[in-house]
C-alpha cells in the first residue's frame, strides 16, 4: 500500500523559509516521478514542482521558479520542498504525489490527473 505523508507546513512572514517533506512507501520510488503541488482556498490544484527520482532532474512552475527547490533523498525513501522568499500567495495546501510515469515530458507532470497517489497536504501560511 502506498502512502505519502506530509510535514513541515505551518505559519511564516513573507520573506521567510520553510522546508516541507513528503515521507514515502509501498512503492519502489526510484523508478518514477514525485511532484508538489498546492491549492488555494477557492483555487483549483496547482502544479508547483516535480522531480524524476532516478536522476534528480526537476521542473518548477513559473511562479516558484529560482525561489523553491525540490530534492530527494534515496536512503530515506523522503522528497523534499525548499521554500525561499515567501509570499503571500504562497499560502495553500500543499501536496505531495507520486506518478507510475517513468519517462515523459516535463509539461505532462503538471497535470494532475498524471498522478496516482497523494498525500493528505499540510499548510502553508503566509502572512504579510
Known amino acids: 500500500q502506498v502512502q505519502l505523508v506530509e510535514s513541515g507546513g505551518g505559519l511564516v512572514q513573507a520573506g521567510g523559509s520553510l522546508r516541507l517533506s513528503c515521507q514515502a512507501s509501498?512503492?519502489?520510488?526510484?523508478?518514477?516521478?514525485m511532484g508538489w503541488f498546492r491549492q488555494a482556498p477557492g483555487k483549483e490544484r496547482e502544479f508547483v514542482a516535480v522531480?524524476?527520482?532516478?536522476?534528480?532532474?526537476?521542473y518548477y512552475a513559473d511562479s516558484v521558479k529560482g525561489r523553491f527547490t525540490i530534492s530527494r533523498d534515496n536512503a530515506k525513501n523522503t522528497v523534499y520542498l525548499q521554500m525561499n522568499s515567501l509570499k503571500p500567495e504562497d499560502t495553500a495546501v500543499y501536496y505531495c504525489?507520486?506518478?507510475?510515469?517513468?519517462?515523459?515530458?516535463?509539461?505532462?507532470?503538471?497535470?494532475?490527473?498524471?498522478?496516482?497517489?497523494w498525500g493528505q497536504g499540510t499548510q502553508v501560511t503566509v502572512s504579510s
Open positions: 522531480i524524476k527520482w532516478s536522476s534528480g532532474t526537476s
Open positions: 504525489a507520486s506518478s507510475p510515469r517513468v519517462s515523459t515530458l516535463w509539461v505532462v507532470l503538471m497535470r494532475a490527473n498524471e498522478y496516482d497517489y
Open positions: 509501498g512503492r519502489t520510488f526510484s523508478s518514477y516521478y
